[in-house]
């Protein structure tokens, strides 16, 4: 099977910025990435994270380092550029990952308030009950 580097873009918001309302939003960010995507974390090259200028009470990389296994994976932490009147308490990331190329059709989890960012895959993604990664080996 021949294998090539895929990115996976996704975003979730938080209630409050503080380091449990992070940890739970990240947490669920990435459990819907890993699910979805069929992904096991030897997969996954590298992520960053970008929160809005609003967000500091705990790095995004620093909870997604404490996941089984990402212990390789080389993850960064960067402030997201503030647009006036763009959405508030936002983390966004960025994740390159090994997967065959077959697979073709990608979950790009977008939740909370994050799901209006971009609601083309929204609404594509909720469309369709099954994972498009499951869809794919149909």
Request: glycine share 2%; proline share 7%; hydrophobic share 40%.
């Amino acid at each position: 099977m021949e294998w090539r580097v895929q990115a996976i873009r996704g975003a979730t918001t938080v209630s409050e910025n503080t380091a449990e309302a992070i940890r739970e939003a990240v947490t669920e960010l990435l459990d819907e990435l890993e699910a979805h995507n069929q992904l096991e974390p030897d997969q996954i090259i590298s992520a960053i994270f970008t929160t809005t200028r609003d967000l500091d009470a705990i790095f995004p990389a620093a909870i997604a380092r404490e996941r089984p296994n990402w212990d390789n994976v080389a993850l960064l932490d960067v402030q997201q550029m503030h647009v006036e009147g763009s959405l508030e308490r936002c983390i966004r990331f960025l994740i390159h990952v090994n997967t065959p190329t077959s697979n073709d059709k990608v979950y790009h989890p977008y939740l909370r308030q994050a799901k209006n960012l971009r609601p083309d895959w929204s609404l594509a993604q909720v469309s369709s009950p099954v994972p498009p990664a499951v869809q794919s080996l149909r």
